[in-house]
């Protein structure tokens, strides 16, 4: 049996424009997959575009951010 993971995914929905920071979902997964799958479980028009292990959404968001100045 495996051991959940902390994830954080970051998502938007139609409430919000690509300027606006996204929203966090918090949850333990078996993997980052697992992890995607819960957060439309609870939001099903969710658009996911960051997926992280880790319980804090701060660290997503600078995850995410750095990630895109990178690219």
């Known amino acids: 049996m ?19 920071p ?6 333990s997964a078996d993997n980052l997959e697992h992890a995607e ?8 028009d ?3 575009v960051w997926v992280i292990e880790s319980v804090s959404y701060w660290d997503a968001i600078d995850d995410y951010y750095l990630s895109e100045e990178a690219l």
């Open 2 to 20: 495996n051991e959940l993971k902390s994830y954080m995914v970051l998502y938007r929905n139609n409430l919000l424009t690509e300027l606006d």
């Open 22 to 27: 996204p929203f966090g979902f918090a949850c």
């Open 37 to 44: 799958e819960q957060c439309l479980n609870a939001e099903p």
């Open 46 to 48: 969710a658009d996911i």
